[in-house]
């Protein structure tokens, strides 16, 4: 392979069609956005190209700053919770034989696959008092009357790690399969038993892995806004639902745009936060 | 009695077995090579001694203890793996002291311990750095010295010195050697190369196709091999089929010579090493034959002639200075002397 840097135009023509698509279904679309974010609304009418601050400084209020922090703290509750259930799963999962893997996987891109609408619905149908689980509990005496468990916060934080933990698994697995099997084995050897091993040795050795899928899985959730909304009551609405409700119902799309850059750049910031950790943590 | 013995050990994967029954005893303080192609079973072996697979069948006692069923964290022995399996996430003291903080030893304990064994391994001063920066020779260090760092019972090596270049291998070898003297502690090291083996062992079993072949000292290995395998396998030889005719006495194609020890008849096969081989300018001597010189190599320290003896292929090897004028297609004789011929099993 030639390693020298390009030095003519030409020598970057390799690149050209992916620069190509990044520019048209991304850089468009979003300087799009940015532009209209700073757009006059037109009361009872659409929006008028302008330059104003005003969509930016609704952000000020208490409203919208709780929205931001519920968003956030809910996709990184899901996110931890979606990677510590993941993990362990990913780990028994690489050390199992290959063909017993293949089923598992198959399953696992299966449940990703499923849309959300139905993921909420199913859950909402599972969670409730008529048909819900809380029934089964009746039956064996655990409980006296089954209760609803859904919309409320647990109905909203269950729906969404169901959704992310495949995507968390499949993240997760090339690292954990790339895994020395021998580490563990050592560590066995040096006198720790299997539990020991796997928090002494698998985890630690993984800890990038496993911040990088964290941060993988907490953008995936910020961007949810059915589940919050099928599973949750208002109080549990994200900035996502509320950019929805901006765009499509209050028809304030200066104000939907606005919200949205606003929740582009906060994510982009924790992503580059968590890289820059990370390098720091692989350095020493 | 003290020391290692497995009785009737066995291993199958599924309906592949990798070990058949076999036993052995390792005397307490003895250093042990498993010697073998790769495939003959001996990492399979290591493997059950260690806890890391459990037998199919057989038990496993150390001084007179049954450890078959003693999962591995518990049987504290030192093991080194052939990947050397450091832990990428810890320094070098780090990974020392791992077996110390898992049973909970202080860190000042920890720091003197690290200290020691640092020293023992000649590496001192190196606690702090990363793993990823050392060098091969400085990380097989370090591995053997976190095995150590238990002072275990039992001192396992999987191939440890495969990754080495040739240079520092051999010197690796006499270090480890010297080290397991030092300590006195009972080792067992796999590996395929027949000199690693004969450079450290007190006790080679050599092992092919799941069975020991020979459990012998390196030298009683080398010298009277049991079967064809072991000759072969252990340095070079020359690998002969005959007829006995009379007792005591081989036919081979190039004419009759006496072999002490022959079965009563039948088709037999000897070894004789190549430095034992004698050229002599005229037959008529004791176990004597005719032979045809086809290629002569000087290899500085020593030369090697190879000699066609009627259809047989002859290996012969003497020092420099020994070595008459000769060119190949010469007619010589060869003495096979009676003493050094070694009658396999077949």
Redesign the interface.
């Given at each position: 392979m030639i390693r020298t840097a390009p030095r003519r135009l030409v020598d970057y023509a390799p690149i050209a069609w992916p620069a190509l698509m990044l520019v048209l279904f991304f850089v468009l679309p979003f300087g799009l956005m940015l532009a209209v974010s700073f757009f006059r609304r037109v009361p009872g009418g659409f929006y008028q190209p302008d330059f104003v601050l005003a969509n930016y400084a609704r952000f000020l209020t208490a409203f919208f700053g709780n929205v931001l922090g519920f968003s956030l703290g809910l996709a990184l509750l899901v996110a931890v919770i979606a990677v510590a259930l993941a993990f362990p799963f990913t780990y028994l999962l690489s050390r199992m034989r290959r063909r017993q893997q293949v089923p598992w996987l198959v399953f696992l891109l299966a449940v990703l696959s499923l849309s959300e609408v139905i993921i909420g619905f199913s859950w909402s149908t599972l969670l409730s008092r008529t048909a819900g689980v809380t029934n089964l509990l009746v039956l064996i005496g655990l409980m006296d009357q089954p209760v609803s468990l859904s919309p409320g916060f647990g109905a909203v934080l269950t729906g969404m790690t169901y959704q992310a933990f495949p995507y968390a698994v499949l993240v997760l697995y090339p690292s954990l399969s790339r895994l020395d099997p021998t580490l563990t084995e050592a560590a066995r050897t040096l006198g720790a038993s299997p539990l020991r091993s796997f928090f002494t040795v698998v985890v630690p050795a993984l800890r990038n892995a496993i911040l990088a899928t964290v941060i993988m899985v907490f953008v995936f959730a910020l961007g949810s806004y059915l589940l919050p909304q099928l599973l949750g009551r208002p109080q549990q609405w994200t900035l996502s639902v509320l950019i929805t409700d901006q765009a499509i119902y209050q028809s304030n799309m200066p104000f939907a745009a606005a919200m949205a850059v606003f929740l582009v750049l906060v994510s982009l910031a924790l992503v580059v936060l968590s890289t820059l950790l990370g390098q720091k943590e692989g350095r020493t | 009695m003290s020391g290692l013995v497995l009785d009737g050990i066995a291993k199958s994967f599924g309906t592949v077995v990798a070990l058949h029954e076999l036993s052995l005893t390792i005397p307490q303080g003895k250093f042990v090579c498993l010697l073998g192609p790769s495939g003959c079973g001996k990492t399979t072996l290591l493997r059950l001694v260690?806890?890391?697979d459990l037998p199919s069948a057989g038990r496993i006692r150390l001084d007179g203890a049954d450890i078959t069923d003693l999962?591995?964290?518990?049987?504290?022995?030192?093991?080194v793996?052939?990947?050397l399996?450091l832990?990428?996430?810890?320094s070098v003291g780090e990974n020392i002291a791992?077996?110390l903080?898992?049973?909970g030893a202080s860190k000042a304990d920890q720091a003197a311990e690290v200290t020691r064994l640092l020293d023992l391994v000649r590496l001192p001063g190196i606690a702090d750095r990363p793993v990823s920066r050392l060098s091969g020779g400085q990380r097989q260090r370090v591995a053997i010295a976190?095995?150590l760092?238990?002072k275990p019972k039992l001192f396992?090596l999987d191939e440890p010195l495969s990754a080495l270049d040739a240079k520092l291998r051999e010197a690796m070898q006499i270090e480890l050697k010297l080290l397991q003297e030092r300590l006195g502690i009972t080792t067992i090291v796999v590996t395929h190369d027949q000199r690693e083996a004969m450079t450290m062992a007190d006790l080679v079993v050599v092992m092919s196709a799941g069975r020991i072949q020979q459990a012998a000292p390196p030298v009683e290995v080398y010298c009277h091999p049991v079967n064809a395998f072991v000759a072969d396998f252990i340095g070079t030889t020359n690998l002969l089929q005959g007829q006995v005719v009379a007792p005591g006495r081989l036919g081979l194609p190039a004419g009759e010579i006496s072999v002490p020890g022959l079965p009563a008849g039948g088709a037999t096969a000897i070894s004789v090493r190549p430095e034992n081989l004698r050229l002599h300018a005229e037959g008529g001597g004791e176990n004597r034959v005719a032979a045809c010189v086809t290629f002569i190599r000087d290899l500085g320290a020593t030369v090697e002639m190879r000699l066609d003896a009627a259809g047989q292929e002859l290996i012969l090897v003497m020092p420099p200075a020994d070595l008459p004028e000769l060119r190949p297609g010469a007619g010589v004789f060869v003495e096979l002397p009676a003493a050094a011929c070694v009658v396999l099993s077949p």
């Open positions: - | 260690a806890g890391l999962p591995a964290h518990r049987r504290d022995f030192g093991m793996f052939q990947s399996a832990f990428p996430h810890l791992y077996p903080r898992i049973r976190r095995a760092a238990l396992l």
